[in-house]
């Protein structure tokens, strides 16, 4: 049974940070991302690290939000520094079977968390 568990979210200051984390299993991802949804706003690609580690970030995070994978564990983590009120969404980790992502292509993923919730206030 696959599964995609989503933890390490919560409530921060402006220009705060955490650090998100999706435990994997049952799962054989080649790659996977982070996607976050808004109150209101359509889901949106957040970061990817694909098969030959190559990561992906969306412009608003680029610079901020850092995506890693620990291989070993099948541990994905998404370290989000200096972080902002738009950041403000549930996050969700996918998982994918595709060696390669069309970039934030939610068609590409197989399976999904529940999701995270991260809050950032002023």
């Known amino acids: 049974q696959v599964q995609l568990v989503e933890s390490g979210g919560g409530s921060v200051e402006v220009g705060g940070s955490l650090r998100l984390s999706c435990a994997a299993s049952?799962?054989?991802?080649?790659?996977m991302g982070w996607f976050r949804q808004a109150p209101g706003n359509d889901r949106e690609g957040v970061a990817e690290i694909e098969s030959d580690g190559g990561t992906r970030y969306a412009d608003s995070v680029k610079g901020r939000f850092t995506i890693s994978k620990d291989y070993v564990k099948n541990i994905l983590y998404l370290q989000m520094n200096s972080l902002k009120p738009d950041d403000t969404a549930m996050y969700y980790c996918?998982?994918?079977?595709?060696?390669?992502?069309?970039?934030?292509?939610?068609?590409?993923?197989?399976?999904w968390g529940q999701g995270t919730r991260v809050t950032v206030s002023a």
């Open positions: 049952g799962v054989t991802s080649t790659s």
């Open positions: 996918a998982a994918s079977s595709r060696w390669f992502l069309r970039g934030f292509n939610a068609q590409d993923y197989d399976d």
